[in-house]
C-alpha cells in the first residue's frame, strides 16, 4: 500500500526547547538538508484555518518550484498530500496556471528549515522569517513527520509521541496551531495577489 498519507505532528520551539531538539538531532540524528523556502498558501482566503480541509500552496524551496495540495484537517495529525515539480523551475508560468484555476490571492511566507532524519521521523526545525525583514526571525516551530498508509497511520502517530514526549516538548493543540497560524498572518507572513503584485519580486 503506497505511503501518501502525510502523519505530522507540530509543536512551538523558544529558546530552551529549540537548543534541546537541535542538540538531540546533532549528536542522534543524520542532517538531511538545509532550506530556504519561499511559500503562497492559496487556502487561507478561500476556506480560513480552522475550517480548512484543504492547503493548496505554491513554494519555491531551495529554488525548485512546486505545487503541492494537501488533502485532511488543517489542524489534524493526518492528511493526503501530493505534490507536482514545475519543469524548468518557471515561476511566471506556474503563478499563471495557479491563477488560471482560480487561485489569484494567497499567504505568502518565507522560512528557513533544517531537516534531521532520526529513528524513522523527519524532523524539520522551521525558523519563520518576517516577509518584510526575512533577516529577522519572529518565531520557531518544529514538525516531525512520517509517511504512512491508511494501516500504519496510528503507529506513526504513537512513533512521533513517544519522541516528543521523551524530550518533554510541546505540541500545539488544533485551537493553540489555529492561533499561532492567525499570529503569524498577521505579524510575520505577507500577502501574494497576482492581480496586484509583481512577479518579479518573487524571482528576485
Not at 28 to 45: A, C, E, P, W
Not at 126 to 149: G, H, L, T, W
Not at 174 to 192: D, H, P, Q, S
Given at each position: ?105 494567497g499567504i505568502a511566507g518565507n522560512r528557513g528549515i533544517v531537516r ?89
Amino acid at each position: 500500500m503506497e505511503n501518501n498519507i502525510e502523519v505530522e505532528l507540530r509543536g512551538p520551539l523558544d529558546e530552551n526547547s529549540y537548543k534541546v531538539l537541535l542538540n538531540h538531532l546533532e549528536k542522534n540524528g543524520k542532517l538531511l538538508v538545509k532550506q530556504n523556502r519561499f511559500f503562497i498558501d492559496y487556502s487561507t482566503f478561500l476556506e480560513g484555518i480552522s475550517k480548512r480541509k484543504s492547503d493548496i500552496r505554491f513554494r519555491i524551496t531551495n529554488g525548485k518550484v512546486e505545487l503541492i495540495v494537501k488533502k485532511g484537517e488543517f489542524g489534524g495529525y493526518s492528511r493526503e498530500e501530493v505534490s507536482v515539480f514545475i519543469e524548468k523551475d518557471d515561476i511566471k508560468n506556474a503563478l499563471m496556471f495557479m491563477s488560471l484555476l482560480g487561485y489569484k490571492k494567497g499567504i505568502a511566507g518565507n522560512r528557513g528549515i533544517v531537516r534531521y532524519m532520526i529513528d524513522g521521523i523527519e524532523i524539520a526545525i522551521q525558523d519563520v522569517r518576517k516577509c518584510k525583514d526575512p533577516k529577522e526571525i519572529y518565531s520557531r516551530f518544529f514538525e516531525a513527520e512520517i509517511m504512512a498508509n491508511a494501516e500504519s497511520g496510528q503507529e506513526a502517530k504513537n512513533k512521533i509521541l513517544k519522541f516528543i514526549e521523551d524530550l518533554s516538548l510541546n505540541i500545539f493543540k488544533k485551537e493553540e496551531w489555529y492561533e499561532y497560524c492567525r499570529n503569524l498572518n498577521i505579524k510575520a507572513n505577507g500577502v501574494f495577489d497576482y492581480e496586484k503584485d509583481d512577479i518579479n519580486d518573487i524571482i528576485n
